[in-house]
């Protein structure tokens, strides 16, 4: 079953049970993955729908920190409200100690020996743990364990 397909029988049994927060937050996501879909993508890939909730949480997590700072706690309380919705959604992230191992495993792989690879390891660990990384973090992690290499 297809994310669409997921939040479209969610937002029918949020219809149903009359959760008009929820609904607010799945309606949100349907219409982010059906705007991508209407922009020339036929089917969207598994990689793309965590990439479009990824940056739904980020855009909820960013608005809560401003409303946050401005003593505005109910709107505070709607974003973070609808950044767990949208976290129930994707994959459990992984731990920092499980990124360092599984970027040292691609670092031997594609057989990186300097910050040059970097481009190709940060493909590689983009692909294979779409979803379950904060991109940031994978950054620093892959810079870290090529400037140790060396």
């Known amino acids: 079953m297809s994310l669409i397909d997921q939040v479209s029988k969610d937002i029918m049994q949020?219809?149903?049970?009359?959760?008009?927060?929820?609904?607010?937050?799945?309606?949100?996501?349907?219409?982010?993955?059906?705007?991508?879909?209407?922009?020339?993508?036929?089917?969207?890939?598994?990689?793309?729908?965590?990439?479009?909730?990824?940056?739904?949480?980020?855009?909820?997590?960013?608005?809560?920190?401003?409303?946050?700072?401005?003593?505005?706690?109910?709107?505070?309380e709607k974003e973070m409200f609808q950044a767990e919705i949208i976290k129930s959604y994707l994959p459990a992230m992984l731990s920092k100690e499980e990124i360092e191992a599984r970027v040292k495993d691609i670092v031997q792989r594609v057989g990186a020996t300097s910050m040059k690879d970097m481009g190709k390891v940060m493909s590689v660990a983009l692909q294979e743990m779409a979803g379950q990384v904060d991109n940031k973090m994978l950054s620093e992690i892959v810079k870290a364990i090529l400037s140790s290499n060396v």
């Not at 219409?31 to 949480?57: N, P, V, W, Y």
């Not at 997590?61 to 109910?74: H, M, S, V």
């Open 14 to 76: 949020e219809m149903k049970n009359q959760n008009h927060r929820k609904l607010e937050a799945l309606r949100a996501i349907k219409a982010a993955l059906l705007l991508e879909k209407a922009s020339g993508s036929k089917d969207i890939s598994r990689e793309k729908e965590l990439q479009i909730l990824q940056r739904l949480l980020k855009q909820r997590l960013e608005a809560a920190e401003i409303f946050k700072n401005e003593g505005r706690n109910d709107l505070y």
